[in-house]
Protein backbone atom coordinates (compact mmCIF):
# COMPACT_ATOMS: atom_id res chain seq x y z
CA UNK A 1 0.00 0.00 0.00
CA UNK A 2 3.04 2.33 1.07
CA UNK A 3 4.67 1.74 -2.42
CA UNK A 4 1.66 2.34 -4.21
CA UNK A 5 0.66 5.36 -2.28
CA UNK A 6 4.05 7.05 -3.25
CA UNK A 7 4.20 5.60 -6.98
CA UNK A 8 0.58 7.50 -7.56
CA UNK A 9 2.25 10.70 -5.17
CA UNK A 10 4.92 10.48 -8.46
CA UNK A 11 2.99 10.80 -11.00
CA UNK A 12 0.81 13.57 -9.46
CA UNK A 13 3.61 15.73 -9.09
CA UNK A 14 3.85 14.90 -13.04
CA UNK A 15 0.56 16.14 -13.52
CA UNK A 16 -0.77 12.72 -14.38
CA UNK A 17 -3.65 11.36 -12.49
CA UNK A 18 -3.32 7.49 -12.26
CA UNK A 19 -6.58 5.11 -13.41
CA UNK A 20 -6.44 1.96 -11.01
CA UNK A 21 -8.04 -1.56 -11.33
CA UNK A 22 -7.31 -3.20 -7.49
CA UNK A 23 -7.26 -6.97 -7.44
CA UNK A 24 -7.77 -8.20 -3.28
CA UNK A 25 -9.95 -6.60 -0.70
CA UNK A 26 -6.97 -5.18 1.03
CA UNK A 27 -6.22 -2.90 -1.60
CA UNK A 28 -9.53 -2.04 -2.28
CA UNK A 29 -9.63 -1.02 1.65
CA UNK A 30 -6.73 1.00 1.36
CA UNK A 31 -8.32 3.28 -1.21
CA UNK A 32 -10.44 5.09 1.49
CA UNK A 33 -8.52 4.34 4.68
CA UNK A 34 -4.96 5.31 3.78
CA UNK A 35 -5.20 7.28 0.03
CA UNK A 36 -7.79 9.60 1.03
CA UNK A 37 -3.84 12.68 0.23
CA UNK A 38 -3.72 11.90 -3.26
CA UNK A 39 -5.45 11.65 -6.62
CA UNK A 40 -6.53 8.93 -8.67
CA UNK A 41 -9.42 7.32 -10.76
CA UNK A 42 -10.88 4.58 -9.44
CA UNK A 43 -12.72 2.70 -12.40
CA UNK A 44 -14.62 0.42 -10.30
CA UNK A 45 -13.04 -2.55 -11.39
CA UNK A 46 -12.48 -4.71 -8.50
CA UNK A 47 -11.42 -8.87 -8.75
CA UNK A 48 -11.30 -11.32 -5.57
CA UNK A 49 -7.78 -12.58 -4.69
CA UNK A 50 -8.74 -16.08 -3.83
CA UNK A 51 -6.55 -18.62 -2.31
CA UNK A 52 -6.48 -20.93 -5.19
CA UNK A 53 -5.20 -19.05 -8.48
CA UNK A 54 -6.66 -19.96 -11.57
CA UNK A 55 -6.46 -19.48 -15.28
CA UNK A 56 -9.63 -17.95 -15.16
CA UNK A 57 -9.32 -14.80 -12.98
CA UNK A 58 -5.93 -13.80 -14.54
CA UNK A 59 -7.41 -14.26 -17.95
CA UNK A 60 -10.35 -11.55 -16.83
CA UNK A 61 -7.86 -9.31 -15.31
CA UNK A 62 -5.73 -9.29 -18.73
CA UNK A 63 -8.39 -8.41 -20.76
CA UNK A 64 -9.44 -5.32 -18.20
CA UNK A 65 -5.90 -4.49 -18.59
CA UNK A 66 -5.75 -4.59 -22.26
CA UNK A 67 -9.13 -2.85 -22.68
CA UNK A 68 -7.94 0.47 -20.92
CA UNK A 69 -4.46 -0.07 -23.20
CA UNK A 70 -5.98 -0.75 -26.53
CA UNK A 71 -9.35 1.71 -26.01
CA UNK A 72 -6.20 4.44 -25.77
CA UNK A 73 -7.57 5.44 -21.96
CA UNK A 74 -4.25 4.71 -20.49
CA UNK A 75 -0.83 4.74 -22.31
CA UNK A 76 1.19 2.30 -20.11
CA UNK A 77 0.35 -0.15 -17.59
CA UNK A 78 2.11 -1.07 -14.25
CA UNK A 79 1.49 -3.40 -11.95
CA UNK A 80 2.62 -2.66 -7.72
CA UNK A 81 2.58 -5.70 -6.28
CA UNK A 82 5.05 -8.10 -3.68
CA UNK A 83 8.20 -9.55 -5.00
CA UNK A 84 8.62 -12.75 -3.13
CA UNK A 85 12.22 -13.30 -2.36
CA UNK A 86 12.24 -15.96 0.27
CA UNK A 87 10.18 -16.78 3.47
CA UNK A 88 11.65 -13.65 5.37
CA UNK A 89 12.15 -11.01 2.38
CA UNK A 90 9.71 -10.08 0.14
CA UNK A 91 9.12 -6.30 -1.70
CA UNK A 92 7.31 -4.07 -3.01
CA UNK A 93 7.89 -3.42 -6.64
CA UNK A 94 6.13 -1.66 -9.51
CA UNK A 95 6.54 -3.16 -12.67
CA UNK A 96 5.28 -2.05 -16.07
CA UNK A 97 2.96 -4.18 -18.06
CA UNK A 98 1.88 -2.56 -20.88
CA UNK A 99 3.77 -1.37 -23.76
CA UNK A 100 5.61 -4.79 -23.88
CA UNK A 101 8.97 -4.08 -24.65
CA UNK A 102 11.00 -6.59 -27.50
CA UNK A 103 12.83 -8.46 -24.92
CA UNK A 104 9.44 -9.00 -22.88
CA UNK A 105 8.54 -7.89 -18.97
CA UNK A 106 12.23 -7.74 -17.37
CA UNK A 107 12.86 -7.72 -14.31
CA UNK A 108 16.80 -6.91 -12.70
CA UNK A 109 15.92 -9.32 -10.00
CA UNK A 110 13.97 -12.39 -11.55
CA UNK A 111 15.79 -15.61 -10.76
CA UNK A 112 15.61 -18.77 -12.66
CA UNK A 113 15.13 -21.99 -10.33
CA UNK A 114 16.23 -25.34 -11.37
CA UNK A 115 15.56 -28.59 -8.99
CA UNK A 116 18.31 -31.07 -9.08
CA UNK A 117 19.40 -34.23 -6.50
CA UNK A 118 22.51 -34.18 -4.70
CA UNK A 119 23.26 -37.03 -2.37
CA UNK A 120 20.15 -38.90 -2.96
CA UNK A 121 18.36 -35.64 -2.22
CA UNK A 122 15.85 -32.75 -3.81
CA UNK A 123 17.93 -29.45 -4.52
CA UNK A 124 16.87 -26.20 -5.76
CA UNK A 125 19.43 -24.06 -7.57
CA UNK A 126 18.31 -20.17 -8.54
CA UNK A 127 20.94 -18.32 -10.71
CA UNK A 128 19.86 -14.84 -12.05
CA UNK A 129 19.43 -14.79 -15.81
CA UNK A 130 20.43 -11.34 -17.48
CA UNK A 131 17.91 -9.39 -19.80
CA UNK A 132 18.10 -11.20 -23.60
CA UNK A 133 18.52 -9.12 -26.33
CA UNK A 134 16.06 -8.90 -29.34
CA UNK A 135 16.40 -11.75 -31.62
CA UNK A 136 15.91 -10.55 -35.71
CA UNK A 137 14.42 -13.20 -37.90
CA UNK A 138 15.60 -14.95 -40.48
CA UNK A 139 14.57 -13.95 -44.14
CA UNK A 140 13.73 -17.45 -45.00
CA UNK A 141 11.13 -18.36 -42.03
CA UNK A 142 7.72 -19.27 -43.78
CA UNK A 143 5.47 -18.07 -41.31
CA UNK A 144 1.83 -20.58 -41.77
CA UNK A 145 -0.46 -17.41 -40.89
CA UNK A 146 0.27 -13.60 -41.22
CA UNK A 147 3.09 -12.58 -38.11
CA UNK A 148 0.32 -9.66 -37.47
CA UNK A 149 -2.30 -12.98 -36.73
CA UNK A 150 0.34 -14.78 -34.92
CA UNK A 151 1.75 -12.14 -32.47
CA UNK A 152 -2.36 -10.42 -31.74
CA UNK A 153 -2.77 -14.37 -30.33
CA UNK A 154 0.53 -15.30 -28.97
CA UNK A 155 0.68 -11.48 -26.61
CA UNK A 156 -2.92 -12.17 -25.06
CA UNK A 157 -1.46 -15.57 -23.47
CA UNK A 158 2.01 -13.83 -22.99
CA UNK A 159 0.78 -11.25 -20.74
CA UNK A 160 -1.60 -13.82 -18.76
CA UNK A 161 1.44 -15.61 -18.08
CA UNK A 162 2.92 -12.53 -16.65
CA UNK A 163 0.06 -11.96 -14.76
CA UNK A 164 -0.08 -15.23 -12.90
CA UNK A 165 3.76 -15.17 -12.48
CA UNK A 166 2.97 -11.75 -10.70
CA UNK A 167 0.00 -12.90 -8.84
CA UNK A 168 1.91 -16.09 -7.54
CA UNK A 169 4.63 -13.93 -6.01
CA UNK A 170 2.26 -11.53 -4.41
CA UNK A 171 0.36 -14.79 -3.05
CA UNK A 172 3.85 -16.20 -1.72
CA UNK A 173 4.89 -12.75 -0.41
CA UNK A 174 1.25 -12.89 1.78
CA UNK A 175 1.86 -16.71 3.05
CA UNK A 176 5.31 -15.86 4.19
CA UNK A 177 4.43 -13.07 5.90
CA UNK A 178 1.70 -15.17 7.98
CA UNK A 179 4.48 -17.73 8.75
CA UNK A 180 6.54 -15.33 9.75
CA UNK A 181 3.82 -13.64 11.71
CA UNK A 182 2.39 -17.00 13.63
CA UNK A 183 6.07 -18.28 14.24
CA UNK A 184 6.95 -15.09 16.27
CA UNK A 185 3.51 -15.22 18.16
CA UNK A 186 4.25 -19.05 18.63
CA UNK A 187 7.75 -18.15 19.96
CA UNK A 188 6.11 -15.49 21.82
CA UNK A 189 3.73 -17.70 23.66
CA UNK A 190 5.85 -20.27 24.50
CA UNK A 191 8.22 -17.80 26.45
CA UNK A 192 5.43 -16.60 28.38
CA UNK A 193 4.18 -20.07 29.12
CA UNK A 194 8.07 -20.60 30.60
CA UNK A 195 7.43 -17.15 33.06
CA UNK A 196 4.00 -18.26 34.10
CA UNK A 197 5.47 -21.67 35.09
CA UNK A 198 8.89 -19.97 36.61
CA UNK A 199 6.64 -18.00 38.70
CA UNK A 200 3.84 -20.83 39.44
CA UNK A 201 6.43 -23.20 40.79
CA UNK A 202 8.28 -19.85 43.08
CA UNK A 203 4.99 -19.53 44.45
CA UNK A 204 4.05 -22.72 45.33
CA UNK A 205 7.66 -23.57 46.65
CA UNK A 206 7.56 -20.24 48.81
CA UNK A 207 3.91 -21.53 50.41
CA UNK A 208 5.08 -24.65 50.73
CA UNK A 209 7.82 -24.08 52.67
CA UNK A 210 6.11 -21.54 54.83
CA UNK A 211 3.95 -24.27 55.70
CA UNK A 212 6.79 -26.59 56.61
CA UNK A 213 7.89 -23.55 58.91
CA UNK A 214 4.88 -23.43 60.71
CA UNK A 215 4.63 -27.01 61.21
CA UNK A 216 7.96 -27.30 62.33
CA UNK A 217 7.50 -24.20 65.10
CA UNK A 218 4.39 -26.02 66.25
CA UNK A 219 6.19 -29.41 67.04
CA UNK A 220 9.05 -27.75 68.42
CA UNK A 221 6.46 -26.00 70.50
CA UNK A 222 4.77 -28.67 72.04
CA UNK A 223 7.72 -30.44 72.46
CA UNK A 224 9.24 -27.58 74.77
CA UNK A 225 6.73 -26.56 76.04
CA UNK A 226 5.35 -27.02 80.42
CA UNK A 227 2.84 -29.84 80.65
CA UNK A 228 1.78 -28.94 84.08
CA UNK A 229 -1.87 -28.35 82.22
CA UNK A 230 -2.49 -31.99 82.20
CA UNK A 231 -1.48 -35.15 80.47
CA UNK A 232 -2.82 -35.02 76.42
CA UNK A 233 -6.06 -35.76 75.89
CA UNK A 234 -6.87 -39.72 74.60
CA UNK A 235 -7.80 -41.36 71.41
CA UNK A 236 -11.87 -41.69 73.20
CA UNK A 237 -11.24 -38.29 74.58
CA UNK A 238 -13.75 -35.60 73.65
CA UNK A 239 -14.96 -32.45 74.94
CA UNK A 240 -17.38 -33.49 77.55
CA UNK A 241 -15.16 -36.06 79.09
CA UNK A 242 -12.71 -32.88 79.31
CA UNK A 243 -14.85 -30.94 81.13
CA UNK A 244 -16.41 -33.85 83.63
CA UNK A 245 -12.63 -34.25 84.23
CA UNK A 246 -11.75 -30.48 84.64
CA UNK A 247 -15.06 -29.90 87.19
CA UNK A 248 -13.63 -33.34 88.72
CA UNK A 249 -10.69 -31.88 89.84
CA UNK A 250 -11.87 -28.31 90.63
CA UNK A 251 -14.24 -30.33 93.54
CA UNK A 252 -11.13 -31.71 94.94
CA UNK A 253 -9.68 -28.57 95.07
CA UNK A 254 -6.06 -29.86 92.98
CA UNK A 255 -6.59 -27.16 90.91
CA UNK A 256 -6.79 -23.20 92.44
CA UNK A 257 -9.14 -21.26 92.67
CA UNK A 258 -7.01 -18.13 91.05
CA UNK A 259 -3.97 -18.41 88.71
CA UNK A 260 -0.64 -18.78 90.49
CA UNK A 261 1.85 -15.81 89.36
CA UNK A 262 4.45 -16.83 87.58
CA UNK A 263 8.10 -16.81 88.92
CA UNK A 264 9.60 -13.42 88.41
CA UNK A 265 11.50 -10.35 89.96
CA UNK A 266 11.02 -9.34 93.92
CA UNK A 267 8.49 -6.78 93.47
CA UNK A 268 6.34 -8.80 91.55
CA UNK A 269 6.73 -11.10 95.06
CA UNK A 270 5.79 -7.82 96.99
CA UNK A 271 2.82 -6.94 94.76
CA UNK A 272 1.94 -10.67 95.31
CA UNK A 273 1.45 -9.73 99.21
CA UNK A 274 -0.31 -6.85 99.02
CA UNK A 275 -2.99 -8.96 96.85
CA UNK A 276 -3.19 -11.33 99.87
CA UNK A 277 -3.64 -8.13 102.27
Known amino acids: VKKKKARIQTLNDQGIVPKLIV ?3 KGKMALTQRMYDVNFNYTGTFFDFP ?9 NIGDAVRNLFLS ?20 AMVRSLLPL ?15 TSEDGKL ?6 VKST ?18 LNSMLPLYLNSQLLSILF ?9 R ?4 KAATDNAKEVKKKLLRIFHKKRQASITAEIAEISAGALSMEDGDKSAGPPLGLFDNEESASEDFLKELESGSVPESPQMPDGPEDRGELKNLQKA
Open 101 to 115: TPTGIEDPEDETFKL
Open 133 to 150: KAKEIENDVIFDQTPDVI
Open 169 to 177: DSQASELSS
Open 72 to 91: GEVDKVEVVSAKFFNLVKNE
Open 51 to 59: DTLKANLVS
Open 23 to 25: IGN
Open 179 to 182: MTAM
Open 123 to 128: KVEKEK
